[in-house]
C-alpha cells in the first residue's frame, strides 16, 4: 500500500466520494494519511462524522464540497474552494457516475443524455476544474468501466459514455504529458455497490449473465487494485484478473471479443426466452 512510484498524494479530489467504490477509495486514502476533497451531489452527514474521525495524521483533513459535475461552473466553485482549504491537487480522480440501461429502442432519451451528461461530459468538467488546482507532477484519474472497451447487452448510453471517457483520458494522456501531469483510466468489470445494486433491481438478465464473465469485486478488492494502479501510474487500470483478462482480449483481438459476446448473448437470451428465434 505504501509502494508509491511518485510521491504519496498528500491532497485528494474525489468526485462520487459520498458512495461505493468513491467511498472506498476515500477511505482508504485516509488511512494512509492523505487529505481528500469530497465533491458529490449529497453525502450522509455520518459518513462524514466517520471519515473525518479517521484523520489523526498532522495536518490531515477531509471537506465536502457539494458539487454536480454536469455543471462546469459550480465544478469549478467547488473546486476554487477545496483549493483554499485544503491546497492544490497531486491526485485528481472523478469517480461520480450513472448508470441506466435499456435494450436501445426501449431507452428514453432523456435518459441517454443523462447518463452521457454525467459520465462524459462530467468528466470533462471534473477534468478542466481540477486541471487548474494540480500540483506540480499530480496525477489525474478517470473512472471508465470495461463497458468502455466491450460492447454489452442494453448499455447503449453507458457504452458510448464510458467509451467516451476512455478517448478523452487518451488524449489528456498525450497533452497533460508535456506539463508533468499523469492520466489513468480506470476500466473495471462490476463491483457491488449501490450502482450494481440499482442495476440487479432494474436491469436485464441477460446483461447479468453476460457481464458475469468478467467476475464481481468487493469494493475493497476493487479499491486495493486501483490503488496499485494509480501508485504505479499506469495509464489503464482493470482491478481483477478476469476482467483485465477480457481487456487483453477486447484491446488486442476485438473480432475474437466479439465473437465472445455474440455467442454468450445468443446462450442467455435462448435460455431466458426458449421459443424465440435467433437469426
Ligand atoms: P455509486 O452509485 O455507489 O456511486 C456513485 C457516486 O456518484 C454517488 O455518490 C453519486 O451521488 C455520485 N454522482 C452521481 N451523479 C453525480 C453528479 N451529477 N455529480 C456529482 N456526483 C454524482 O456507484 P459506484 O459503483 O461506486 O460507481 C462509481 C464509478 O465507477 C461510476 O463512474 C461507475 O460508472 C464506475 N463503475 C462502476 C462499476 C460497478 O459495477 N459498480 C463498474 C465499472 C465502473
Given at each position: 500500500m505504501t509502494n508509491w512510484n511518485h510521491r504519496r498524494p498528500r491532497v485528494t479530489y474525489l468526485s462520487?466520494?459520498?458512495?461505493?467504490i468513491g467511498l472506498g477509495f476515500a477511505k482508504a486514502l485516509i488511512a494512509q494519511g492523505g487529505s481528500v476533497a469530497i465533491f458529490d451531489l449529497q453525502m450522509r452527514d455520518e459518513l462524514l462524522a466517520e471519515l473525518k474521525q479517521a484523520c489523526?495524521?498532522?495536518?490531515q483533513s477531509v471537506f465536502f464540497y457539494p458539487a454536480d459535475v454536469t455543471d462546469p461552473q459550480g465544478m469549478d466553485s467547488a473546486m476554487g474552494l477545496a483549493h483554499l482549504h485544503?491546497?492544490?491537487?497531486d491526485l485528481a480522480f472523478n469517480c461520480a457516475g450513472l448508470m441506466r440501461n435499456a435494450v436501445f429502442t426501449e431507452l428514453p432519451f432523456e435518459t441517454f443524455v443523462q447518463v452521457i451528461n454525467v459520465n462524459l461530459i462530467g468528466s470533462r468538467n471534473f477534468a478542466a476544474s481540477a486541471l487548474k488546482h494540480m500540483a506540480s507532477q499530480g496525477h489525474l484519474v478517470f473512472m471508465a468501466s470495461l463497458a468502455g472497451i466491450v460492447g454489452s447487452y442494453t448499455q447503449a448510453a453507458y457504452a458510448a459514455s464510458k467509451f467516451g471517457v476512455v478517448g478523452l483520458a487518451e488524449v489528456l494522456r498525450a497533452e497533460q504529458k508535456l506539463q508533468g501531469i499523469d492520466v489513468s483510466v480506470v476500466c473495471p468489470g462490476e463491483i457491488q455497490t449501490p450502482l450494481l445494486d440499482y442495476e440487479r433491481e432494474h436491469g436485464s438478465d441477460v446483461t447479468r449473465q453476460l457481464n458475469a464473465v468478467a467476475g464481481v469485486l468487493t469494493v475493497d478488492q476493487a479499491v486495493a487494485g486501483i490503488l496499485r494502479g494509480i501508485q504505479r501510474r499506469q495509464f489503464m487500470i482493470t482491478p481483477g484478473f478476469k476482467a483485465k483478462v477480457i481487456r487483453a482480449v477486447a484491446r488486442k483481438c476485438s473480432t475474437l471479443q466479439r465473437w465472445i459476446v455474440d455467442r454468450n448473448l445468443a446462450r442467455s437470451f435462448r435460455a431466458k426466452h426458449p421459443s424465440a428465434a435467433l437469426r
Open positions: 462520487g466520494g459520498g458512495s461505493g489523526v495524521a498532522h495536518g485544503q491546497g492544490p491537487a
